[in-house]
């Protein structure tokens, strides 16, 4: 079975998540897609929910979806999630492994632990989050040449859609309606996420 890792924080989880999974099933071989939040992110520190809040909000977004499942690997893990050590887990699992991305991480991926490691031994699927698709080639033509990486870019509606914008709603005491699963929000309503 191919499979495509998604890793995120998912704080929380939004609709533009939701749709780029889709598209990943729509448009590659994929059979299925896991969504896997991430636990102590190795680069983010503000205002972020328990894993365990952002792991159901994940669960509750994709469970009528046959097609997507959750793992909570990266959450049961001490220390910080590294992404090379998540793929090289589920690819003792499955016969290949995908790593789903936004473009904006295109250009951070160089920073991450084992950087070279996961470009050139991991399928990389990015969906556009920038306008400007030729920057979004060059970058992926540079790394096919110095990492023969294989990244495939999936053509997708740009969602302006942010988890930061959600949060930034919410503590102005605004609506998050349709920005998010609806049963998502009603899960940060009634456990009071993200008001602080
Ligand atoms: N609207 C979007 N369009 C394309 N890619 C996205 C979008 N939102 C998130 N992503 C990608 O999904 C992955 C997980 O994103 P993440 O959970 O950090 O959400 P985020 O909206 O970027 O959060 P935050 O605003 O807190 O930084 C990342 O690879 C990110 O690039
Ligand atoms: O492994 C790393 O060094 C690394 C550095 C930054 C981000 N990541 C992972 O990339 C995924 C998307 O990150 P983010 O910040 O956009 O939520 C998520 O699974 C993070 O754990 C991984």
């Known amino acids: 079975m191919k499979v495509a890792i998604?890793?995120?924080?998912?704080?929380?989880?939004?609709?533009?998540?939701?749709?780029?999974?889709q598209y990943v099933k729509n448009f590659t071989d994929v059979d299925r897609i896991i969504f896997v939040p991430n636990g102590?992110?190795?680069?983010?520190?503000?205002?972020?929910?328990?894993p365990q809040h952002r792991f159901e909000m994940?669960?509750?977004?994709?469970?009528?979806?046959?097609?997507f499942e959750v793992s909570d690997f990266e959450i049961k893990k001490e220390g910080p999630s590294f992404t090379i050590n998540?793929?090289?887990?589920f690819s003792i699992l499955y016969e290949k492994v995908y790593f789903i991305i936004g473009s904006d991480n295109l250009f951070e991926i160089k920073k991450w632990y084992k950087a070279e490691q996961i470009l050139k031994?991991?399928?990389?699927?990015?969906?556009?989050?920038?306008?400007?698709?030729?920057?979004?080639?060059?970058?992926?033509?540079k790394f096919f040449c110095i990492y023969?990486?294989?990244?495939?870019?999936?053509?997708?509606?740009i969602i302006d859609i942010s988890s930061t914008e959600i949060r930034r709603l919410?503590?102005?005491n605004r609506s998050i309606r349709y920005m998010v699963h609806p049963k998502v929000e009603e899960y940060i309503i009634r456990k009071g996420l993200y008001k602080e």
């Open 170 to 172: 919410i503590k102005e």
């Open 40 to 50: 102590t992110p190795p680069h983010k520190n503000s205002e972020i929910a328990l």
């Open 148 to 157: 023969n990486a294989e990244i495939i870019l999936i053509d997708m509606p």
């Open 121 to 141: 031994k991991f399928p990389i699927i990015v969906l556009p989050r920038e306008r400007e698709r030729d920057l979004i080639r060059k970058q992926i033509e």
């Open 6 to 21: 998604f890793g995120g924080t998912f704080n929380p989880i939004h609709i533009g998540h939701l749709i780029m999974a």
């Open 58 to 67: 994940v669960r509750l977004s994709i469970e009528d979806n046959p097609d």
């Open 86 to 89: 998540t793929l090289e887990y």
